[in-house]
């Protein structure tokens, strides 16, 4: 079985195959991220492409650092590399407006159960109704009920995707910071992964559950979770052909007239 870890041990390893099987894993999750929190970007593959070559760069220095634990915290990485990637390519809004502000936002989402905190988070973040059903698998009914309170005190938040007034530099400038924030109290990533897949009991999971109740940062941290791990269902992934068009951003792109590394035998027969 072709594990995650395997591709990126050959990616590190400088393998051109093992990119080819990254780029048709992670490019789709990499777009439809793309998609939600920049919107109306001139060319999303471009993007891809910049943070491919500095991924690759120097022996894969900066993909070296990403979480190597699992798939989900290596996507964590990702999202974070991706984002911070896209901010340099956006120019700074003349003035935040004030739902983006944290203050604002910690009061809006104050007094709600953590589902409701959630889907208004994923909400603000550019997220459609409907896909906020299927990211959280629940009714549109319950979804509705979820999103009203959103509706009834930031309308103009609510109309964000409808007017396509949007605000990603603001959103991502938010989203850094939250990261930034997180403490060493905070839950690791893996222990939420472990509690979404309903791998812990009522004793672990309802003090992670309030704390990510309470703490800013770590619903950050609790959504992009449960985001990743939606598109990486639900994206798919590229052919072969797809793929190609994002190998000539590798600064070894050269090899793809080379014969097979051990390594792309590997990952053929795999």
């Not at 993909?63 to 290596?74: A, G």
């Not at 941290?221 to 598109?231: D, P």
Request: proline share 5%; hydrophobic share 40%; net charge neutral.
């Amino acid at each position: 079985m072709l594990t995650f870890h395997k591709i990126i041990s050959g990616c590190e390893l400088g393998d051109a195959e093992a990119w080819r099987a990254f780029l048709a894993e992670y490019t789709p999750v990499v777009l439809r991220l793309t998609r939600i929190y920049l919107p109306g970007l001139s060319d999303e593959r471009a993007l891809w492409r910049d943070s491919l070559a500095e991924l690759a760069r120097n022996d894969s220095e900066r993909l070296r650092t990403f979480s190597h634990q699992s798939e989900r915290e290596f996507l964590l990485d990702l999202r974070s590399f991706l984002f911070s990637r896209a901010a340099l390519t956006l120019a700074p809004e003349r003035a935040n407006p004030p739902e983006f502000g944290l203050e604002a936002i910690r009061d809006l989402l104050s007094g709600m159960p953590l589902l409701h905190r959630e889907m208004v988070f994923m909400k603000l973040a550019g997220y459609s109704d409907a896909t906020l059903e299927q990211i959280f698998r629940i009714a549109p009914s319950v979804a509705a009920k979820s999103l009203a309170r959103l509706a009834e005190r930031y309308p103009a938040v609510a109309q964000r995707q409808e007017d396509g007034n949007l605000q990603p530099h603001a959103w991502l400038q938010l989203l850094s910071e939250l990261r930034a924030a997180r403490q060493e109290s905070c839950p690791p990533a893996r222990q939420f992964i472990r509690i979404q897949d309903g791998q812990l009991g009522w004793q672990d999971k309802e003090p992670a559950e309030k704390h990510v109740s309470e703490c800013m940062s770590c619903l950050e941290c609790w959504t992009a979770l449960l985001e990743v791990s939606y598109w990486r269902r639900a994206a798919g992934s590229l052919s072969r052909e797809e793929a190609e068009d994002f190998v000539k951003a590798l600064p070894f792109s050269q090899q793809a007239a080379k014969p097979k590394s051990l390594f792309g035998r590997i990952l053929s027969s795999a």
